[in-house]
């Protein structure tokens, strides 16, 4: 019993990252552009506020930093840079009208390098003996639970143990998808999204909508990042540790068929089938085997998107411009 | 007359770099009633309705509504000037509902209430007689539906003019009777109408004047009421124009290609070609007149074996083997493989005949491609072909490692059609060989044709310039709307009698 409300609890922990970055893609994807550069921008929004972070607690010490400031500088600083990567996308595909997957290939090589550099200075400066940086006390107060949580038994711990931004997490993608489904200008966003001409002949300001919601998409993704470096990861950055988790969170906008509802309990089922190979333990199992079972995510991924392509319902498809640039003159 | 116009065009003139595509074109419409424009393929109608929609912006004259000089710069400024336009290709996305396209794009609605809106489209659907499900997704309806939710996003946005371009052309004639029905009620309402078309029976019935258009200058305007459908006819088509082409008496001719009973329906369900049956003889050239979209594509493609029928035959009398053989559903290889030697000029030159990133060389390949044994591709004799096109068309290139989309409109036909020829075909078939060429190079490309038919080849053109039809042809077949409604000698022929088979249509159970 233990064990699972433990791996429940690690699940959604897990789940968080890839929360924010799908929903930041769904986001994005539904305005009609396929942001591959999702894993680098996580990685920026990562590296963004430990350098925040890093720098507030060298010029207080750590002993002494205000935790209202010790949030709210990295938090601050992890936007910024991710919201930076989200105009670089918006400019070269909007603007310049790049191929889409191309630049976020690109933009993922380049965030994954920016982190790993600005993470090699920055242990470099602190002369730490260990190949990463440590920042405890900024964690700490991230990780501030509600104070009532250790009081309420398993339920407590199911669903009140958690820090500050995996709340913000499930909020956001309940808002994203009231806005898509609800609003006019989710209304305006999909058709943006699924047909540009039109939307465009309806008076709707295209390139508007796309830069817009793509660099809110980013800023989202983004503090996907700030949280597993922050609370999953307890401060410590080291280069690589955030892995394939950007990848999954693409993933994942598949498997939730572009709904940020259900990104909310696929996000939590990744996690926990991120984390499985833990758990699961088969007499004679190798460490080879573990392997396996970390492909589950994206065997489920497989498994969805073969459904969803052969029950062909409409509104199950990716937006039908996904991919295209828009130029009005081009008829 | 005392009354003021609800809208009025005063001089209008658009050009698209050369071209003229409205030259001081005045029109006026009334406060309830149904205006036509009437015009051939490229006459302007559809850029002159763009200008008063706001989609271009005309380079001279004046547009009035209700007496008072207005700008339209953008669809919008034309909303706020109450006018809407119906376009031929809907603007509607798939996954959204009937009401969530009619209330797209529309801010100053208050707070968003899709129940609200949806009760306000059933309110103008009930109002007008449409059927209309609000609540329907797009891509579960069919043309119609698709159509009516068009105009209801008009009429929603308080438009009181409303331009409809060819709206007929994608229904069925029981459709059509219920969209004349709506419009009648509009008309009652107050309501002007601008209807684009081409077809003469519809415009006797639901307009009340015509206004004809002819290679982009205005012609006049006419009630219905004083008028016939060979009066119009004539004003459409114009005069005569003596071409002066080359024309020999066909000889040695034989059945070379027997067409007979084809049937083809499209995604859309809609039947574009309806029991279609002619014989292309060898040494003559055959036209094929008609409407765009009347099924000449459809047609021809049937005979290069890209489109799939579902009825007919298409019978190839092979000279060789005096062996016939049904080229029915077959493909261009196994068209190929039976010996027919048929060569195909298709309407869009540089998507389907030729690839505009690739040199002339590698164009010449595509034909040739699969000769040889060695796994490499021969590229010797391809260039030399090249060489031998260039020098005897004439065409004006750098060299023949030019990407062909460098070269201009015309020296890409002369490729094409060089490419075609080189395989001395038996049938040849184009489609508008000399749309957007130059006087010179349209003769080149009759001359080159002609050459053929003396060769003894099949030649079969589709065009659209009826006086280049008659004066170029032997015989012409004509379609309209996917159905043969003549076949005549073009040498007795009149453009009037060709127009008029043109614009043919018939009714349920019998010809009109």
Redesign the interface.
């Known amino acids: 019993m233990t064990m699972l409300v433990q791996f429940i609890q690690r699940a959604v922990m897990q789940g968080v990252p890839l929360l924010f970055g799908s929903t930041g893609e769904i986001l994005t994807e539904k305005s009609g552009h396929l942001n591959l550069g999702i894993p680098g921008i996580m990685y920026v929004g990562a590296i963004s506020g430990v350098i925040g972070s890093f720098f507030y607690e060298e010029k207080v010490g750590a002993a002494n930093i205000n935790p209202f400031l010790a949030v709210i500088i990295p938090l601050l600083t992890s936007m910024l840079g991710s919201l930076i990567m989200g105009l670089i996308y918006c400019f070269l595909t909007v603007s310049l009208r790049a191929n889409q997957n191309v630049t976020g290939l690109a933009l993922t090589t380049f965030g994954v390098g920016f982190g790993n550099f600005f993470g090699g200075s920055l242990i470099k400066i602190s002369g730490s003996s260990m190949p990463a940086i440590t920042l405890s006390a900024t964690s700490k107060c991230f990780k501030t639970t509600l104070p009532f949580a250790n009081s309420l038994g398993v339920i407590g711990k199911l669903l009140f143990s958690y820090s500050f931004l995996a709340y913000v997490a499930i909020v956001v993608a309940l808002i994203a998808g009231y806005i898509l489904n609800?609003?006019?200008t989710g209304?305006?966003l999909?058709?943006v999204g699924?047909?540009p001409?039109?939307?465009d002949?309806?008076?709707?300001n295209v390139n508007r909508y796309k830069y817009v919601t793509t660099c809110i998409g980013s800023v989202i993704a983004g503090l996907g990042g700030l949280y597993y470096v922050m609370d999953y990861a307890s401060g410590i950055w080291s280069n690589g540790g955030f892995g394939d988790r950007g990848w999954l969170a693409v993933a994942i906008v598949i498997f939730a068929i572009w709904r940020p509802n259900i990104a909310i309990l696929a996000s939590i089922l990744f996690g926990g089938l991120f984390i499985i190979y833990n758990y699961v333990s088969i007499p004679g199992m190798g460490i080879e085997a573990q392997e396996l079972f970390k492909m589950l995510p994206y065997l489920v991924t497989l498994i969805v998107l073969i459904i969803t392509s052969m029950r062909e319902k409409?509104?199950s498809?990716p937006p039908?411009s996904l991919g295209l640039s828009y130029f009005r003159e081009d008829r | 007359m005392a009354e003021v116009p609800a809208i009025e065009l005063k001089n209008i003139t658009k050009t698209f770099g050369e071209t003229i595509a409205n030259k001081d074109i005045c029109l006026e419409v009334r406060r309830g009633e149904i205006l036509s424009i009437l015009g051939e393929n490229g006459s302007g109608k559809t850029t002159l309705m763009n200008m008063i929609s706001g989609i271009y912006y005309p380079d001279h004259g004046q547009i009035f509504i209700d007496g008072k000089e207005v700008e339209i710069k953008s669809p919008k400024d034309a909303y706020d000037y109450k006018i809407g336009m119906i376009h031929q290709h809907f603007k509607l996305v798939d996954i959204f509902t009937a009401t969530e396209n009619i209330v797209l794009g529309l801010e100053d609605e208050g707070r968003y209430n899709l129940k609200k809106s949806a009760a306000k489209v059933k309110e103008i659907a009930d109002l007008y007689g449409f059927v209309l499900d609000p609540n329907k997704k797009i891509y579960d309806m069919s043309v119609s539906e698709k159509q009516t939710v068009e105009i209801i996003k008009v009429l929603y946005r308080g438009a009181d003019i409303l331009i409809l371009d060819e709206p007929t052309a994608v229904l069925t004639p029981q459709e059509t009777q219920r969209l004349f029905a709506v419009l009648r009620r509009m008309k009652e309402d107050g309501k002007s109408i601008i209807i684009i078309t081409h077809k003469l029976n519809e415009v006797m019935e639901i307009s009340d004047r015509v206004s004809v258009l002819r290679k982009g200058e205005y012609i006049g305007t006419v009630s219905t009421s004083e008028t016939d459908e060979s009066a119009l006819t004539e004003m459409m088509v114009g005069k005569k124009i003596e071409l002066n082409i080359d024309r020999s008496e066909p000889h040695d001719t034989a059945d070379r290609l027997i067409v007979a009973g084809l049937n083809c329906t499209n995604r859309e369900n809609v039947k574009v070609l309806d029991n279609v049956s002619f014989t292309a003889k060898s040494g003559e050239i055959l036209g094929i007149a008609g409407i765009a979209g009347s099924g000449q594509r459809e047609l021809l493609e049937a005979i290069a074996g890209l489109q799939r029928l579902d009825g007919g035959s298409i019978i190839y009398n092979n000279p060789k083997t005096e062996m016939q053989e049904d080229l029915r559903n077959k493909t261009p290889i196994q068209i190929r493989e039976l010996g027919v030697r048929l060569s195909f000029v298709p309407e869009d030159r540089l998507g389907m005949g030729l690839v505009g990133n690739m040199d002339l060389t590698d164009n010449m390949m595509l034909r040739s491609y699969r000769k040889g044994k060695s796994a490499f591709v021969e590229r010797g004799k391809p260039k030399a072909l090249a060489e031998q096109i260039v020098e005897e068309l004439e065409v004006v290139t750098p060299s023949v490692s030019t990407p062909v989309r460098k070269l201009s409109g015309g020296n890409v036909q002369k490729v094409l059609v060089g490419r075609e020829i080189a395989s001395s075909p038996t049938v040849l078939m184009a489609a508008y060989p000399v749309r957007g060429l130059d006087i010179n190079s349209s003769y080149l490309i009759y001359n080159l044709l002609n050459q053929q038919k003396e060769k003894g080849v099949a030649v079969i053109f589709v065009g659209e310039d009826l006086d280049v039809l008659i004066a170029l042809c032997d015989r012409i077949v004509v379609l309209s709307s996917g159905k043969v409604t003549g076949i005549v000698d073009a040498r007795k022929t009149t453009k009037e009698e060709v127009g008029l088979l043109m614009t043919k249509t018939f009714e349920e159970g019998g010809k009109d």
Request: aromatic share 0%; hydrophobic share 35%.
């Open positions: 609800h609003t006019r209304l305006h999909r058709a699924e047909n001409a039109t939307a002949a309806a008076g709707i409409r509104e498809q039908q």
